[in-house]
Every structure is written in structure tokens, then in C-alpha cells.
């Protein structure tokens, strides 16, 4: 806390003697588990973070914006910080500035900076980079981005990536991302394509994208991956259903920093934990066979502030899982309590893995 203190203070100071208004916004995180790891050995853990953020316009067409992220800290872990006298992480999550091209009505930001392809399948996560963007590009928005990925010493070695998604909302909202990756040292180059789309037809949603990769790796064949995601909802009023198909083929596609959410906590990432998954490790990239993931799931609110959930699903290769929990909004919009069971059997082992855990998230 006082590491956070003493960075707001020279805010307040430059905010008072420049007239500069900075909005500040954040999310405090804390959230503790207990679970078995392969062997059946039992576990458990409680961590938490901090991510700050702070945007103001320095001029006309000109925004900067960071969001700093004290964490994660597990407790007890010097590598965290989570141990005594032991210093917290801080890091930039964003750290940008955001330039408006009047004469092409473009935005252009670069620096640290946030993207997500509408599923999370390749990309969802902070980089080093610059994005071009724009609402009007022949009636459709338009992105194009470059991301370093690997910086050395020698140009060969470096890792280079770039993607163009372009969107509309007419007829439904749709779009195409493509994306390049370059690393000439090891003769391995990844190409993308991906369409989606998001459709509401009350009381359902359906968010949906297929995607094609071709891997070059020299001197060997190109191998080519093909897989679909498809995320359903339906809305029935007493309760909520829905349903999350994965499939993707042999290669599957290139991802850079994934942040799929398909619901289970052991056999993928749920909405409260992402921790646990022992045995995710995004499978529909770079994977030796076909893979799918299905996962049902329902919702029913048991007051005005609560909610019940349940969700199973199968991993294919790796096993079953069941899990269960709730979510009550302590403050509404300020603080939310979740807790949550899960318990999954590995089909090539007969492991029976569980984690049982508690959330609690106050954004501001």
C-alpha cells in the first residue's frame, strides 16, 4: 500500500500544478485455492494483485496511458514478493501514447499496449508494439498492428509479428484477423487467418470463429492446422445455458499469448481461477493430434445479487471435469465474492484431480 501511495502523490502534484486531469481506474484482486497436482499430492495457495491505471490527455489528439500491475503475489514466495521483507513486483501492463492523425482520422499508439482477438484464441495480453487504427476504412474499422516479439543482438534472431483485423457491425458484428510471424534463425514462420462473428437472435448469442494456420517449418513440409470456437448463450430467465466448443485439427494454429476461457479450472481456464489448470496448456496450438474441448454450462440467479453456476466438460487426450460455485456481489459494481469446486479425472492415468477455491475482486 505504501508503494502505492507514494506513486500517487507526484500524480496529485502534477494533476494540481499542470491542470492536467488524470482519471484513474483499477481492479484489487485476492484469491486463495486449494487443490492436488498430478502425483495427488494436496496443495494450496493464495495470491493477489493490484492493476492501476491512469489515462490523461496531454493535448489535442494526444493520450497517454498507463496501468501498472503491482503482482502477482503469491504469500509466502520470495519471487513475488510474497515473503517478509521481500519487495512486491511491479510491472507495465500498458504504458502508451495514442496519436489521432486528424488528416486520416487514424489513431496510432505505440508502446505497451493491450489486444485481444475477440476469443482470446491467439492473442490477449499486453506487448511492446504499435497499432494503427481507424472507424472508417470503406465501411469497415480497420487494425494493424506490429509486435516485437523477441529482441537480440543480431536482426536474424529477432521475433516479429504482425497481424490486420477488420471489422463491421453490418449485418452482424463480424471481422477477419490475419496474422504473420516472422523468425528467419530457425527458418519458422506461422501464418493465420481467422474469421468470427458475434450473433444475437434473443434469447441466444453465438460467438463463433474458424481459423486456418500454416506452419513453415524449413526445411520440412508446411504443415497446415484447421479448428473452430464456438461460444453460446441463451438467456431463458429463471436460468442461463450455455455451451463452448473447441475443435482443432493436427498443428492447430500459432498463438502468441492465448487467454481462452472455455469454463473448467482443471481442464482449462474458468472465470474465477486461471491458476490451476493442470492440464490446458493451450492444446489446439502446436498439438500432435486432433483436440476438442466441450463444456455445457448453466446459471441461475438466486437473488438480485447472486448466482449459481455448474458447469462439465471433456478434454479430449486428458480427462473429465464437473465444478460448481457461486458469485454474490457484496458492494453492486464495487466488490464481488465468488467461491467455486471442480473435480476432473484424467483418462489416461485415473488421477482424480479437485481444487476448491474463493475469489474477491473489487474494480474501482
Known amino acids: 500500500m505504501r508503494k502505492i ?33 498430478l502425483a495427488e499430492s494436496t496443495d494450496g495457495h493464495i495470491d493477489n494483485r493490484l492493476r492501476l491505471g491512469m489515462s490523461t490527455e496531454l493535448a489535442p489528439g494526444l493520450n497517454f496511458r498507463t496501468r501498472l500491475q503491482f ?18 513486483k511491479i510491472s507495465a501492463y500498458e504504458l502508451y501514447l495514442e496519436y489521432l492523425v486528424y488528416s486520416i482520422d487514424a ?32 465501411g469497415f474499422k480497420a487494425e494493424l498492428g506490429f ?12 521475433g516479429n509479428y504482425f497481424l490486420a483485423n477488420i471489422s463491421s457491425s453490418f449485418p452482424i458484428p463480424w471481422g477477419i484477423l490475419t496474422s504473420a510471424y516472422y523468425q528467419p534463425s530457425i527458418n519458422n514462420d506461422s501464418y493465420t487467418l481467422m474469421p468470427y462473428l ?24 508446411t504443415d497446415i492446422g484447421l479448428g473452430t470456437a464456438i461460444k453460446s448463450t441463451a438467456d431463458l430467465g429463471a ?43 493451450t492444446p489446439y496450438s502446436d498439438n500432435t493430434d486432433n483436440t476438442i474441448s466441450t463444456v455445457g454450462s448453466i446459471t441461475v440467479p438466486v437473488t438480485r445479487s447472486s448466482n449459481v453456476f455448474c458447469a462439465a466438460g471433456y478434454l479430449s487426450k486428458q480427462g473429465y471435469e ?29 488421477i482424480t484431480n479437485y481444487v476448491m477455491g474463493i475469489a ?5
Open 5 to 37: 501511495v507514494i506513486l500517487i502523490i507526484p500524480l496529485i502534484l502534477v494533476n494540481i500544478l499542470t491542470a492536467v486531469n488524470i482519471d484513474i481506474d483499477g481492479v484489487l484482486r485476492t484469491r486463495a485455492a486449494v487443490y492436488n497436482d
Open 71 to 88: 503482482g502477482n503475489v503469491t504469500w509466502g514466495d520470495a519471487a513475488t514478493g510474497g515473503s517478509i521483507n521481500s519487495a512486491v
Open 107 to 138: 489513431r496510432i499508439r505505440f508502446g505497451q499496449q493491450c489486444w485481444a482477438d475477440p476469443l482470446g484464441l491467439i492473442i490477449d495480453g499486453s506487448f511492446s508494439g504499435i497499432m494503427l487504427s481507424t472507424n472508417e476504412l470503406i
Open 147 to 158: 509486435i516485437k516479439v523477441l529482441e537480440v543482438d543480431d536482426f536474424d534472431h529477432d
Open 198 to 221: 458475434d450473433m444475437s437472435l434473443a434469447p441466444l448469442r453465438v460467438r463463433a470463429a474458424a481459423f486456418m494456420g500454416a506452419h513453415i517449418n524449413n526445411p520440412n513440409p
Open 239 to 281: 436460468f442461463k445455458i450455455g455451451a463452448d466448443i473447441l475443435f482443432a485439427t493436427k498443428n492447430g494454429i500459432a498463438t502468441l499469448f492465448p487467454y481462452y476461457k472455455n469454463g473448467l479450472y482443471i481442464y482449462g481456464i474458468g472465470h474465477y481461477n486461471d491458476s490451476v489448470n493442470l492440464y490446458w496448456k
Open 322 to 350: 464437473v465444478n460448481v460455485g457461486f458469485d454474490h456481489d457484496l458492494i453492486p459494481s464495487k466488490m464481488k465474492v465468488a467461491g467455486y469446486a471442480a473435480a476432473g479425472v484424467n483418462e489416461d492415468t485415473d
Open 360 to 364: 474477491v475482486v473489487v474494480p474501482f
